[in-house]
């Protein structure tokens, strides 16, 4: 029996009902989204008590072969993407990692 049940979706628009999640970890995806805000926004609605999220800490290069459309360089970028003031920021050597206890 198969305890997981894995749901392919858009980011931008979850098929889940508010609050359907303890906890949601969301690590090395936003980077990749055209519009971080609404996968943000939605990672907020469908998290009940605690979100996890993780991104590169990394410049914008000119030429690069990255997939990479949104950049995280510095704590305070990440921390005003999030938005969150009494969240918990780490920096993990080459990633930023926020914690919010709702």
Request: glycine share 2%; proline share 6%; charged share 20%.
């Amino acid at each position: 029996m198969n305890p997981f049940n894995i749901q392919q979706a858009d980011i931008t628009a979850l098929p889940f009902p508010d609050h359907s999640f303890d906890t949601v970890l969301c690590t090395h995806a936003l980077e990749h989204i055209r519009n971080p805000q609404k996968a943000l926004a939605e990672l907020i609605r469908v998290t009940r008590k605690r979100l996890i999220v993780v991104v590169p800490r990394q410049r914008e290069y000119r030429y690069t072969v990255d997939l990479h459309v949104n950049f995280f360089p510095y704590m305070y970028s990440f921390k005003r993407f999030i938005g969150i003031e009494n969240a918990t920021y780490i920096n993990l050597k080459g990633d930023f990692l926020c914690c919010v206890n709702f």
